[in-house]
């Protein structure tokens, strides 16, 4: 048995008897984070467009002995959204952690991007975190709970051709601060995890390029890209009990990243 199954193994159990919902969860940071937050007692629903990843996902958290189910409904659609967060709450009786992960992007030079090129980029990590936000504090109004809302280092500093993607991510981090101070007298704390570069299959096409990678890895002051596994432990942090005076944070999860001004490259 390896160190990180052992940890696994001896989970503490933060969150036995808790329901969370995890979007985009069929792949890289939603599916470290459901089967780290089933890992430590939660019933765990995780959502996408593609069915077939999250059965994948399931099976793994049920082969360790969690509780997860699939539902398939596209973020970037209100009324699948919705749906699929009020349907989950009346199943389990409640709502308790909510992870608005779910994200899409375009990119192009700001001279050269389309108008609908540039507004894809608002519908799911936007619109989509403002919908799963408004159902979610509905829901928990009377018991309380947790909402992680997902940026990136691209809503905190600049990158070329990003520019549609980086509005939203930004739009991201101070929509959930209004969120927390409206959501704090009822106990219902949001927060942010913000990542840079973490190995996903959204990334898989920069990093398989030895150069690039290397370049990347230069640009960070531990010397490395981050694992998904790295920022669900991240998550678990805002989803528990830990984090109890916690709410309206934005928590970089970078490896340095964004404290360092630049890098010499070769």
Same mark, same amino acid.
């Given at each position: ?46 959502c996408g467009r593609r069915k077939g990843l999250l059965d994948e996902v399931v099976a793994q ?62 519908? +799911? ?13 509905? #829901? ?15 809503? +905190? #500093? ?11 991510k930004a739009a991201v981090i101070n929509f959930s601060r209004v969120a927390a101070v409206e ?19 959204? +990334? ?14 230069? #640009? ?17 942090f805002l989803a528990s009990d830990e984090s109890s005076y916690v709410t309206g944070a934005a ?9 360092? #001004? ?5």
């Amino acid at each position: 048995m390896t160190s990180a199954t052992s940890k696994q193994a001896t989970a503490a159990k933060r969150l036995e008897g808790k329901v969370a919902f995890v979007s985009g969860g069929g792949t890289g940071i939603g599916k470290a984070t459901a089967i780290r937050l089933a890992a430590e007692g939660a019933t765990v629903v995780i959502c996408g467009r593609r069915k077939g990843l999250l059965d994948e996902v399931v099976a793994q958290i049920e082969h360790a002995g969690g509780r997860a189910e699939a539902v398939q409904a596209d973020v970037g659609d209100e009324a699948q959204y919705v749906a699929a967060i009020e349907d989950a709450a009346a199943r389990h009786g409640r709502f308790d952690i909510l992870v608005n992960n779910a994200m899409a992007y375009t990119w192009g030079a700001i001279d050269a991007i389309s108008t609908e090129d540039w507004r894809a980029n608002f519908t +799911t990590s936007v619109d989509g975190t403002f919908w799963g936000t408004r159902s979610a504090i509905k #829901l928990m109004k009377e018991s309380g709970g947790s909402i992680i809302n997902l940026s990136s280092i691209c809503g +905190t #500093l600049g990158s070329p051709w990003m520019a549609g993607y980086s509005a939203a991510k930004a739009a991201v981090i101070n929509f959930s601060r209004v969120a927390a101070v409206e959501g704090a007298p009822h106990n219902i704390r949001v927060n942010v995890i913000v990542p840079a570069v973490v190995e996903t299959p959204g +990334t898989a096409g920069m990093l398989t390029d030895e150069k690039a990678r290397r370049n990347t890895e230069k #640009l960070i002051p531990m010397g490395r890209v981050g694992q998904p596994e790295e920022v669900a432990n991240a998550i678990l942090f805002l989803a528990s009990d830990e984090s109890s005076y916690v709410t309206g944070a934005a928590i970089p999860v970078d490896g340095g990243r964004s404290a360092v #001004l630049v890098t010499a490259l070769e």
